[in-house]
């Protein structure tokens, strides 16, 4: 019995040490608005820090080929709008602002441009990729306050988002990954800054402004630090 407990240990201990299935860890940045308040930038750096706001969460991977991996991330991020950061006159003469917390959930696949192979690894991997997948979110509603023209925080609310995400990651030895993203959410709403009132009640009570036409976004960059374990795979059956 004492032999077979210690081949078990031997053997469970191999596995964890050359077998990277799975990935977990951090990921930290910066978010930025693209809506009715606010620049309509996607890319300037000025737009995605407020004082000291950052953005943060957790990922998880189940690498299931090394071209795919299921991938569930649950982030908090901290975002604004702020009109004097426009380039718009008009924006600039309103000076609308605003500032909210978005707890986002998703889980999708993340496909790698280039070979994966983590149980492989004779020399650093390095690959872009792209992710995306069903994303659901809570925040707070916001509403134009008529009696001091500016906006004003309401009720607690969710709904959807569809992420369009890009990075590249590498890593930095058999164990742990370092991967840089940029993604656009696009949301199911075009009220996160309070620009479409009747959303929360019809026929809205508050004063509507911007363009009807087009929902909001947030964008979130940053990077992730995650450490691989798990069991080598079969990656033929899938």
């Known amino acids: 019995m004492r032999y077979i407990l210690l081949s078990i240990y031997l053997c469970f201990s191999i596995s ?3 077998a990277q299935t799975y990935e977990a860890g951090l990921i930290i940045g910066g978010a930025n608005f693209v ?5 309509s930038s996607f890319t300037r ?4 820090f407020s004082e000291d706001k950052v953005s943060y969460g957790v990922v998880l991977k189940w690498n299931r080929s090394p071209r795919h991996a299921f ?6 991020v901290n975002t604004f709008g702020n009109d004097l950061r426009s380039d718009e006159p008009k924006k600039l003469a309103r000076g609308y602002n605003f500032e909210t917390d978005i707890t986002e959930l998703s889980l999708g696949l993340e496909f790698n441009f280039f070979e994966w192979d983590l149980h492989e690894l004779k020399r650093p991997l390095f690959t872009p990729y792209i992710y995306t997948g069903p994303t ?14 500016e906006l004003a925080e309401g009720e607690s609310t969710s709904n959807f988002a569809i992420p369009l995400v890009f990075g590249v990651k590498g ?29 929360i009640v019809s026929p809205p009570i508050y004063p509507t402004f911007g363009n ?3 929902n909001d976004w947030y964008i979130f960059t940053g990077i992730t630090l995650t450490y691989t374990f798990g069991r080598k795979p079969c990656y033929c059956n899938f």
């Open 171 to 199: 890593t930095l030895s058999r164990h742990w990954i370092l991967a840089a993203e940029f993604g656009a959410r696009y949301t199911f709403t075009d009220n996160l800054d309070g620009s479409a009132p009747d959303e």
């Open 71 to 76: 991938r569930f991330t649950a982030i908090r």
């Open 45 to 48: 750096s000025e737009d995605y």
């Open 35 to 39: 809506g009715d308040v606010g620049s």
């Open 16 to 18: 964890l040490t050359k």
């Open 136 to 149: 659901y979110f809570f925040t707070n509603e916001f509403y134009l306050d008529p009696a001091t023209n």
């Open 212 to 214: 009807s036409n087009m």
